[in-house]
């Protein structure tokens, strides 16, 4: 008797649920949109724990999967014959899917590169299970039709995905007290402060070339952004990066022979 009368009681309520659609389609009232919603929030609590430690906070997911159910609400056509929830299920996937892809970048990156990146990593599985050994940056470009330039920014702009706070704690082996991450990283390299010898900053200069030389009297002396210098010079923030990277090591070099 009582599987009877829930399911019967379960019968009642899908119908309420299918006629509040008919009515809300016609009035669009929101306090019936807000009734449905109330109905099928927990679609939404089910789809977001799944995507929970994956660098996004779950109630900002779970306030994108809300917008979703929304759309949902408002786009059901209860005449179709359709299980709400089966409708509702992709919509919400969808929408927590493209915060991902948009808002899951800590440092904000071209739509071009973040979905070039993707493309890349997949290209590296691929041709590393097809040949047994890494590829090579010219392996990937030749794979996916494009330029070694491309494949190395998609590369270094995924360094940008995720990135953790430095107020993030650790357990400190053989002590109780827990550490920062901010604690753990390494100081600012004091054999820079040598470097004020003006005889080897002016030797050092006529091993660069022009665009060296202008990023690194901007970057060093000027405290210009990459951002900055890239607008200057017409180029990408990532090849900015790049070439200041190869400044920096080529003077470390020529330091050490001293």
Not at 16 to 22: G, H, I, S, V, Y
Not at 174 to 198: A, R
Not at 245 to 255: D, F, N, P, S, T
């Given at each position: 008797m009582r599987?009877?009368?829930?399911?019967?009681?379960?019968?009642?309520?899908?119908?309420?649920?299918?006629?509040?659609?008919?009515?809300?389609?016609e009035t669009k009232d929101r306090d019936?949109?807000?009734?449905?919603?109330?109905?099928?929030?927990?679609?939404v609590d089910i789809l977001s724990k799944k995507f929970i430690n994956k660098g996004i906070e779950y109630e900002d997911i779970y306030q994108v999967g809300s917008l979703g159910l929304i759309y949902a609400i408002d786009r059901f056509d209860v005449e179709k014959g359709y299980e709400?929830?089966?409708?509702?299920?992709?919509?919400?996937?969808?929408?927590?899917?493209?915060?991902?892809?948009?808002?899951?970048?800590?440092?904000?990156?071209?739509?071009?590169?973040?979905?070039?990146?993707?493309?890349?990593n997949k290209a590296k599985v691929e041709l590393q299970q097809r040949n047994q050994k890494v590829p090579k940056v010219i392996d990937i470009a030749a794979y996916l039709g494009c330029s070694e330039e491309e494949v190395l920014e998609a590369m270094e702009a995924s360094q940008g995905y995720n990135t953790k706070s430095l107020?993030?704690?650790?357990?400190?082996?053989?002590?109780?007290?827990?550490?920062?991450?901010?604690?753990?990283?390494?100081?600012?390299?004091?054999?820079?402060?040598?470097?004020?010898?003006?005889?080897?900053?002016?030797?050092f200069m006529k091993t660069l070339d022009e665009v060296q030389i202008k990023i690194m009297k901007d970057r060093f002396f000027e405290n210009k952004t990459q951002s900055e210098l890239a607008k200057e010079l017409n180029v990408s923030q990532m090849t900015i990066s790049r070439i200041e990277?190869?400044?920096?090591?080529?003077?470390?070099?020529?330091?050490e022979k001293i």
């Open positions: 599987n009877v009368a829930k399911a019967t009681n379960n019968k009642d309520k899908l119908i309420d649920t299918k006629e509040l659609f008919r009515e809300y389609k019936i949109r807000n009734r449905l919603i109330e109905n099928y929030m927990y679609i709400f929830s089966s409708f509702a299920t992709p919509t919400i996937v969808g929408e927590i899917k493209k915060y991902f892809r948009d808002k899951g970048w800590a440092i904000r990156v071209p739509r071009r590169i973040q979905e070039l990146s993707k493309k890349v107020d993030i704690t650790y357990d400190n082996d053989g002590d109780d007290k827990q550490v920062k991450l901010i604690d753990l990283m390494g100081d600012e390299d004091k054999n820079f402060s040598k470097i004020d010898n003006e005889d080897f900053l002016n030797k990277k190869k400044i920096v090591m080529k003077l470390r070099q020529e330091y």
